[in-house]
């Protein structure tokens, strides 16, 4: 097994951190976006997010597998203790937990700066077990979900692991590839929130 390490993403990472991005944006549904972005618009979007949030890589052999980060989870004030993550992996390196280790290295960098929620924005197939994302953990034989070519619910099912909760299902709110899809939001708590 290699060794995996996992650390602050720099400048010098953006042009691979853009070619993992690539492939979900021209191939999957689990971004929203039509267009890839170019290798400056991704460099803009790492230094905005740096400004205040951590954007990590994680590395195998000197060679970036993957990213996570943070971003404001909305831009007024009294939500300044919750975020929205985002986690990417190369595709030929799924399956061997680097998800979840930048996942972990996310959680813990954002409890040091104090932030209580993490939350996710997912992508979700508007057919899949008849709207009923909260039965996703044991669905019924007539539940069964048909694949679709351009999205699982590998996402879902990986932050179910990781301890987050459904608390939103938004419902045909895009459409990619000439079909409608839904939107999840996923929760996790990380912190107490005291008065």
């Given at each position: 097994m290699e060794t995996i390490i996992i650390r602050n993403a720099t400048k010098a990472d953006i042009r691979v951190i853009q070619a993992i991005y690539a492939p979900y944006v021209t191939d999957t549904v689990i971004t929203f976006e039509y267009d890839v972005p170019t290798v400056e618009e991704m460099e803009r979007r790492m230094e905005q997010v740096q400004k205040k949030y951590p954007w990590l890589v994680a590395e195998e052999n000197g060679k970036v597998v993957g990213y996570a980060y943070a971003s404001a989870f909305k831009e007024r004030a009294a939500y300044q203790w919750a975020v929205e993550t985002s986690i990417y992996v190369d595709g030929q390196e799924k399956r061997k937990g680097i998800g979840r280790q930048l996942h972990d290295a996310l959680e813990e960098a954002l409890k040091m700066q104090g932030i209580l929620n993490m939350n996710a924005c997912i992508s979700f197939p508007a057919d899949a077990l008849n709207n009923q994302p909260t039965r996703l953990t044991n669905p019924s034989p007539q539940e069964e979900y048909t694949p679709d070519p351009h999205l699982t619910l590998d996402s879902v099912h990986?932050?179910?692991?990781?301890?987050?909760?459904?608390?939103?299902?938004?419902?045909?709110?895009g459409k990619k590839f000439g079909r409608w899809y839904d939107m999840i939001w996923m929760e996790k708590m990380i912190g107490e929130h005291k008065p």
């Open positions: 990986f932050h179910e692991r990781l301890g987050y909760t459904t608390v939103a299902h938004f419902h045909l709110c």
